[in-house]
C-alpha cells in the first residue's frame, strides 16, 4: 500500500511537472523549434533580455500588477471593515454575494461584460480609444478585490473587540484606534491579500485579453507570439518568470513562518 | 456600538460603488446587448441565433464533464495518499502541486504542443521504437487532456483540505465496529470529503466550460468551444457584439444553474451528516 501511494504521487508529480520541464529544457535549445532539439545553448536567454517588446510588456504587467495590487488592498481592507460593520443581515448578504461574482462567473464573461461597458462610456466621453492603460487596471482592480476582502475579513472578524475599545477608551480616535489596534493584528491577512492580488493580476490573460485594447501585458504578448510560430525566447522568458516566482513564494513562506514563530512566542 | 464592528459602515462604500458600477452595470450591459439589435431595438434574433452554436455548446459540456470526471478520479487518489503522508511531507507536496499554478497560462497549455505534436516528443521516442507517427495533437483528447493538466490543483487542494480535517477518530471507530478498509472508505472518508468534492467539480468545471485558449491550441480548429465562439464573435467588430452578449448571458446562465444545483448537494449532504 505504502510503495503504491508513493508510486502514484510520483506519477502525479511527473505528470504536473512534464510540461515545466519541457518548457525549462526547449529554452535551452540552440536551434528555432521548441519541439526538435538541437544542441544546448543559453542564446535565448540573451535575446529575450534584449527583447524591447517583451521587456516593455514586462514593465507594464508589472505596473498594472503593484498598482491594482495595492488599490484593491486598501478598497478592499477598508470594504472588509465596512462590511462587517454592517447591522443587517441581508444588506451584509447581498454585498457578499456581489463581491462572490467575480470569483464565480466565467473570466471571459466577466471580461467581456467589463469590454462592453468601457467601449459604451468611451463613445460617450468620445474617447480616440476606449481600452487602453485605464480599462485594464480597473478590470484588474475588480477582480482583485473580492480576493483581498475574503482573505482579510475572517482575520478581521476574528480580532477581539475590546483591543479596540480599550483603545478608544484611553483616547485614540477611531481612526487612530484601527492603526494602531486592529491593522497590526491583522497585517498578515491584509499582506496574503495583497500577494494574492498580485499574483493573479500578473497571470491573468483572458480579462486583460478583452479590456486592454494596445497597452499589451505579458500575457497578451505572448498569447500573440503562439499564434505565430512560437521560438524558444518564450520558453527562456517564462523560465525566468517562473523562477522569480519560485524564490518570492520562497520568501514568502519564510516570512510566514517567522511570522507564525512569533506568534507562538507571544 | 456592534459588537463586530470595527468603524463605521461609509468606508464600504468606495466598494460598493465600485462593486455597483464595474461588477453590476457591466453585467446589465451584457443582457441589454444581448436582447437587442446593433441600433438599440429590441430583438430575440440574437438568442434564436445560438441555435447556430449547438455543436459549440454540446462540445464545451461534453469535454468539460469529461475532464471534470477524469480530474476528480485521478486528484481523489492523490488527496487521499496526501493525507496519510507526514505533516512536512504534506506541506511540500502541497507547495509542489501549486508551483506549476504561477507559469504562465499560456505556457503551460503550449507545452503540451511540443510534447504532443507530430514531431514531438512522444512521436519522436514512439518513431525510435518504430512505432507512429500517432495523431495526438488536434483531437478532443489532446483539448480534455490540456483542461485536465490546467484544472487539476483546483481539484486537488479542496479535496486534500476537507480530507485532511476528518477526523481520526471516526476512522479508528469505523475499524473497532469492524469496517474493513473497503467499507471505512465508502462510509467515513468519501461521505465526509463530499464537500471538498462539490467545491472541486465547480472550480474545475466553471474554467473548462468558458474557456477558449486550451481549444484553439490543442484542439486544431474542429473542436471549437463556446468560449472560442465568443472571442470570435467580439473580434469580429461591433455588429457582432449582440450576439456575442447573448452566447455570454447563456454561459452565464448555465454557469450559475451549475452552481446552484452543486450548492444544493453541499447543503443537504451536510444536513444528512449532521
Known amino acids: 500500500m505504502k510503495t503504491l501511494s508513493r508510486i502514484y504521487v510520483a506519477l502525479m508529480v511527473f505528470f504536473l511537472y512534464a510540461p515545466v520541464a519541457v518548457m525549462v529544457f526547449f529554452s535551452f535549445n540552440s536551434g528555432e523549434s521548441v519541439w526538435v532539439f538541437e544542441g544546448f545553448s543559453g542564446s535565448w536567454y540573451l535575446s529575450a533580455f534584449t527583447n524591447t517588446e517583451m521587456l516593455d510588456a514586462l514593465r507594464r504587467t508589472l505596473i498594472v500588477a503593484i498598482l491594482s495590487a495595492t488599490i484593491s488592498t486598501v478598497l478592499g481592507t477598508a470594504a472588509a471593515v465596512g462590511i462587517l460593520a454592517f447591522k443587517k443581515k441581508i444588506t451584509k448578504n447581498a454585498v457578499m454575494s456581489v463581491t462572490n461574482i467575480p470569483i464565480m462567473n466565467a473570466d471571459i464573461v466577466t471580461g467581456v461584460s467589463l469590454m462592453l461597458f468601457f467601449v459604451f462610456i468611451g463613445k460617450i466621453i468620445g474617447a480616440y480609444e476606449s481600452l487602453g492603460f485605464t480599462t485594464v487596471l480597473i478590470a484588474h482592480i475588480t477582480f482583485n478585490l473580492p480576493y483581498v476582502i475574503l482573505s482579510v475579513m475572517p482575520r478581521l472578524k476574528a480580532t477581539d473587540s475590546s483591543l479596540q475599545e480599550a483603545a478608544l477608551d484611553l483616547g485614540c480616535t477611531p481612526v487612530k484606534a484601527f492603526f494602531k489596534v486592529i491593522v497590526p493584528s491583522i497585517k498578515t491577512s491584509i499582506f496574503t491579500g495583497f500577494i494574492m492580488a498580485f499574483t493573479l493580476s500578473l497571470d491573468d490573460f483572458v480579462i486583460s485579453y478583452f479590456t486592454c485594447g494596445h497597452y499589451q501585458t505579458l500575457p497578451i504578448l505572448i498569447y500573440n507570439m503562439t499564434k505565430k510560430t512560437v521560438t524558444p525566447d518564450v520558453y527562456a522568458l517564462s523560465t525566468l518568470i517562473f523562477i522569480s516566482v519560485f524564490v518570492l513564494l520562497i520568501l514568502y513562506n519564510i516570512a510566514g513562518s517567522k511570522s507564525d514563530k512569533k506568534r507562538g512566542v507571544a | ?274
Open chain 2, 1 to 274: 456600538m456592534n459588537k463586530k464592528g470595527f468603524g463605521s459602515r461609509i468606508v464600504a462604500s468606495p466598494y460598493i460603488l465600485w462593486a455597483a458600477l464595474f461588477v453590476i452595470v457591466p453585467l446589465i450591459f451584457v443582457a441589454y446587448f444581448a436582447f437587442t439589435t446593433p441600433d438599440g431595438a429590441f430583438t430575440l434574433s440574437n438568442i434564436a441565433q445560438i441555435a447556430k452554436y449547438k455543436k459549440a455548446f454540446f462540445q464545451s459540456v461534453l469535454y468539460s464533464l469529461i475532464a471534470t470526471i477524469i480530474t476528480l478520479l485521478i486528484s481523489y487518489p492523490m488527496a487521499y495518499f496526501m493525507t496519510k503522508m507526514k505533516v512536512t511531507a504534506q506541506k511540500m507536496i502541497m507547495v509542489i502541486v501549486m508551483l506549476p499554478m504561477w507559469m504562465n497560462f499560456l505556457i503551460r497549455t503550449y507545452s503540451w504542443i511540443s510534447i504532443l505534436a507530430n514531431k514531438g516528443i512522444i512521436n519522436t521516442f514512439l518513431s525510435r521504437l518504430g512505432i507512429g507517427p500517432l495523431k495526438l495533437i488536434n483531437t478532443p483528447g489532446a483539448v480534455i487532456l490540456g483542461m485536465v493538466y490546467d484544472f487539476i490543483p483546483y481539484m486537488i487542494l479542496p479535496i486534500y483540505t476537507v480530507m485532511s480535517k476528518i477526523d481520526d477518530s471516526l476512522i479508528e471507530a469505523a475499524s473497532d465496529l469492524g469496517a474493513n478498509s473497503f467499507n471505512r472508505l465508502k462510509k467515513v472518508i468519501i461521505p465526509l470529503s463530499f464537500p471538498g468534492v462539490i467545491s472541486g467539480i465547480t472550480m474545475v468545471f466553471v474554467p473548462c466550460v468558458s474557456t477558449f485558449y486550451i481549444s484553439q491550441k490543442l484542439g486544431g480548429n474542429k473542436n471549437l468551444l463556446i468560449g472560442d465562439a465568443i472571442e470570435y464573435l467580439f473580434n469580429s467588430g461591433p455588429d457582432f457584439y449582440n450576439v456575442a452578449s447573448a452566447l455570454s448571458l447563456v454561459l452565464m446562465i448555465m454557469i450559475l444553474v451549475c452552481l446552484f444545483v452543486m450548492n444544493y448537494f453541499t447543503d443537504s449532504e451536510e444536513a444528512t451528516i449532521l
